[in-house]
């Protein structure tokens, strides 16, 4: 069965930086495009970044402003999310995401069919 794995959150202080990996199991991985959401307490999940199947497309939340990168080895079936100068109000759990198919179709939830159980990040002020 398709299984999506996440790794890397924490407790940092502000303007740390930390590294989100995801790992699927159970499906062809480079046949999808991959996304991270992230939901805080009392808040809507929201899209983070997505990556196309191959890698060769990537796209970001509004509220990234290029402090994060998005990857992906499809060799080792992995999705990573690199977090620099991460700040109080990127406290959430981040949670990776299978599109429904290779291409990005959006940042709507509704566009993908399977979800890690997530990890939490936790930004000291």
């Known amino acids: 069965q398709v299984q999506l794995v996440e790794s890397g959150g924490g407790l940092v202080q502000a303007g740390a930086s930390l590294k989100l990996s995801c790992t699927g199991s159970?499906?062809?991985?480079?046949?999808?495009?991959m996304a991270w959401f992230r939901q805080a307490p009392g808040k809507e999940r929201e899209f983070v970044s997505a990556?196309?199947?191959?890698?060769?497309?990537?796209y970001y939340g509004d509220f990234v402003k290029g402090r994060f990168t998005i990857s992906r080895d499809n060799a080792k079936n992995t999705m990573i999310l690199h977090m620099n100068d991460l700040k109080p109000e990127d406290t959430a759990v981040y949670s990776c995401?299978?599109?429904?198919?290779?291409?990005?179709?959006?940042?709507?939830?509704?566009?993908?069919?399977?979800w890690g159980q997530g990890t939490q990040v936790t930004v000291s002020s």
């Open positions: 990556i196309r199947k191959r890698g060769t497309s990537t």
């Open positions: 159970g499906f062809t991985f480079s046949s999808y495009a």
């Open positions: 995401a299978r599109a429904r198919t290779g291409y990005y179709s959006g940042s709507s939830f509704t566009q993908y069919d399977y």
